[in-house]
């Protein structure tokens, strides 16, 4: 069983930057890939980006590419998500989620694993 924790999230302006922690505990985070969804009020869960167990591999939705980055530090059991260039349509709960196995996902069903999520609000 995997515990997920986020952290980081918080008020920007538009074109600022945030940092996103996911930190992992009660397993092995190096035998899990990871992701970042995000859901805003009144719309569906979507992915955001996505993670292989070795950091080797990278996904992401065509919304951020180019502005965000995931990566993971498996010595600290820790994911994160760098956002720049950040827009108002990026408000929204930011959840990291974790899937046995070592390819990453882009579909929520893929994932076993759910944190509670943090907000991150983009101001215009």
């Known amino acids: 069983q995997v515990q997920l924790v986020e952290s980081g999230g918080g008020l920007v302006q538009a074109g600022g930057s945030l940092r996103l922690s996911c930190a992992a505990s009660?397993?092995?985070?190096?035998?899990?890939?990871t992701g970042w969804f995000r859901q805003a009020p009144g719309r569906e869960r979507e992915f955001v980006a996505a993670?292989?167990?070795?950091?080797?591999?990278?996904y992401y939705a065509d919304s951020v590419k180019d502005r965000f980055t995931i990566s993971r530090d498996n010595a600290k059991n820790t994911l994160y998500l760098q956002m720049a260039s950040l827009k108002p349509e990026d408000t929204a709960v930011y959840y990291c989620?974790?899937?046995?196995?070592?390819?990453?996902?882009?579909?929520?069903?893929?994932?076993?694993?759910w944190g509670q999520g943090t907000q991150v609000t983009v101001s215009s």
């Open positions: 989620a974790a899937r046995r196995g070592f390819r990453g996902a882009t579909a929520l069903r893929e994932y076993d694993y």
């Open positions: 009660g397993g092995t985070f190096s035998s899990v890939a």
């Open positions: 993670i292989n167990w070795s950091g080797a591999t990278t």
